[in-house]
């Protein structure tokens, strides 16, 4: 019989224990999903500030003189477009163009960068990367650090109050190492949510002091099912639904992350010789339902599905034929046709207020 691996905690866990999270498993870690309500969760990050336990995302420590070498060798965006003190979106593929991973990397200085990686691939991309490092170090310094996402119009005020003034001048994709809470973090100007905010990572023993810091600064505990349902409004793919070892990034609309002109990356040549005869869309559903993983919209496979903060309406991300067009159409989930419309992402528009009302019927 195969010894059953217990799932890791993060350096938070006591936190989340004592705030009442309901907690699960999730990629080999046990985290919460909520503390009550998704929707209330996830409308606290679109209003004012919430914040997310991170601590399951790999962080890995790559330094040395060639390690820029090597992370222009993995990833498909072009980190010589930014520089020491900026972070970068990328995604690392297989020679046939799918996707192993996105990721986002911090460059801290002239030849250090921290590597942010999903959890539930970590090992994976672990040794993606040993592969490729000839002689360069690296380190998985992920349970050793915690990591938080403070999100929302009020994050960068409610951190800055905390120490780290410099927060409210950073440039989106900015990094700093400053102070939060009387300890020392790096702090980036990155998120999963759509909204404004922060990442911060601080040593594993000081995430505690700075989760309850940021309580009692009054940002809202959020869970994994808020996250999820905020990156679905915004069309953000998941690894595992949009994003896979048999999925081009160009597919799940990550072109801007993709840059071939005049570089060979892994995975290059094939997203040269192959472009994309699907694209990810969007639909909310008209009444009440709970989409999932696998369900049709005509022609279109759903990918992911939830209920949307905003729209207070069921959503999801599908794959569907270039052809396919936005408007009505017809969500086949569980042996029931629900009338839906499939829109082009993302599927809010965050320049408009939040809605009190519902928009569907039951």
Known sequence: MAAVTESLRSPLHACHADAG?????????RLPVHYGSILTEGRAVRTGAGMFDVSHMGRFDVRGPRALDVLQRLGTNDLTRIGPGRAQYTLWCNPDGGVIDDLIVFWMRSDEFMVVVNGSTREDDWAHLSACLDG??????????????????RAREIVAALGAAEVLDMKRFAVVRTTVAGTGAIVSRTGYTGEDGVELVTDAGAGPRV?????????????????????????????????GPDVSPLEAGLDFAVRLEGRDFIGSEALRK???????VGFVASKRCVPQPGDAIGAATVTSGGTSVVLDAPIGLAFAPLHMVPGPAT????????????????????????????????
Do not use: N
């Not at 992920?142 to 996402?149: C, P």
């Not at 042996?335 to 019927?361: H, W």
């Open 136 to 153: 360069t170090l690296a380190v998985d310094e992920t349970q050793d650090t915690a990591m938080i996402a403070v999100q929302g119009p």
């Open 274 to 280: 192959h472009p994309p005869e699907r694209r990810l």
């Open 21 to 29: 999270g309901r907690m699960i498993d999730f990629g080999g870690w």
């Open 211 to 243: 989760w309850e810091a940021l309580r009692e600064a009054g940002v809202v505990p959020c869970g994994l099912g808020a996250r999820d349902a905020l990156r679905m409004e915004m069309g953000y793919p998941l690894y595992g639904h949009e994003l």
């Open 331 to 362: 969500l086949v989930t569980r042996g029931k046709e629900i009338p839906c419309e499939v829109r082009e992402l993302p599927l809010i528009d965050r320049s408009r207020p939040i809605p009190a009302t519902a928009t569907v019927s039951s």
